[in-house]
C-alpha cells in the first residue's frame, strides 16, 4: 500500500523567514504534484515534478524531487502572510491515480 | 477554471436517505475523479471513472457507487447516508500530458 507522509502537519512561522515542507512516499512513483488548499476553496495545482533531481519555481515556493530517496520538499522562501494555506503533495506510482499526504497546515505570522 | 461544476455546493440530509452528487465539466476530458476530504486524512480517492460506463473503485469505496452515462457528468451516490459519511467531496478531472488533475470547487455534505 502506498503511503504519503508529510512533515510538518503544521507549521506557523514569521514573514521573512524560509522554511521547508517535507514529502516522503513509499513505493516507486512516476511523478510527484503540489497543491494549494485555502480554507474553504478547492484545491490549486502548484508543480509536477517528473522526474529524479526536477526543481520547479514559482515565486517565493521551490519544489524539488528525489526519487532514490522517495523524498519532495517544498521550500518557503522569505514568507509573506499570503503563503499562509494548507499544502497537499501526491503521487502517482502508476496511470492516473493520485494518493495524498495528510497535508501541511501553514501559517505565516507579522 | 478546469470547467468542473458540483452540485449542490451544501447539503443537509439525515441518516438513511439517499443522496446525490453531481459532477460536470464542459472540456470533455475522459478521466474524472470523487475524492472526499477529512480533517488528518488529506484527500481519499472514492471512485473514478476513465469513460463512459467505465468506473473502477478507489481507495474508500463502500457506501458509495457512481454513474457516468455521459463525458461531462459523473455522478456519486449514497444509498443510505451515514453520519462517518459527512465530509468535503471533491471531483476532479485529468488534464494536460501529466495527469494533473484540477478540482471543481467541493460539497460540503453533513448527514444528521
Known amino acids: 500500500e502506498l503511503k504519503v507522509e508529510q512533515n510538518p502537519l503544521f507549521l506557523s512561522m514569521q514573514e521573512g523567514k524560509n522554511y521547508t515542507i517535507y514529502c516522503n512516499y513509499s513505493?516507486?512513483?512516476?511523478?510527484l504534484y503540489w497543491y494549494r488548499q485555502d480554507p474553504g476553496k478547492s484545491l490549486e495545482s502548484l508543480f509536477v515534478l517528473l522526474s529524479n533531481g526536477a526543481v520547479k519555481q514559482e515565486g517565493r515556493l521551490m519544489a524539488s524531487l528525489d526519487t532514490k530517496a522517495r523524498l519532495s520538499t517544498l521550500h518557503i522562501t522569505a514568507a509573506v502572510h499570503d503563503l499562509s494555506a494548507t499544502y497537499f503533495c501526491?503521487?502517482?506510482?502508476?496511470?492516473?491515480?493520485?494518493?495524498f499526504g495528510e497535508g501541511t497546515q501553514l501559517t505565516v505570522n507579522p | 477554471d478546469a470547467g468542473i461544476t458540483q452540485s449542490p455546493r451544501h447539503k443537509v440530509t439525515e441518516t438513511g436517505t439517499p443522496v446525490t452528487l453531481r459532477c460536470h465539466q464542459t472540456e470533455n476530458h475522459r478521466y474524472m475523479y470523487w475524492y472526499r476530504q477529512d480533517p488528518g486524512h488529506g484527500l481519499r480517492l472514492i471512485h473514478y471513472s476513465y469513460g463512459v460506463k467505465d468506473t473502477d473503485k478507489g481507495e474508500v469505496s463502500d457506501g458509495y457507487s457512481v454513474s457516468r452515462s455521459k463525458t461531462e457528468d459523473f455522478l456519486l451516490t449514497l444509498e443510505s447516508a451515514t453520519s462517518s459519511q459527512t465530509s468535503v467531496y471533491f471531483c476532479?478531472?485529468?488534464?494536460?500530458?501529466?495527469?494533473?488533475?484540477?478540482f471543481g470547487p467541493g460539497t460540503r455534505l453533513t448527514v444528521l
Open positions: 501526491a503521487v502517482s506510482p502508476g496511470g492516473s491515480r493520485l494518493t
Open positions: 476532479a478531472i485529468d488534464r494536460g500530458p501529466y495527469n494533473e488533475q484540477f
Open positions: 513505493t516507486t512513483s512516476d511523478r
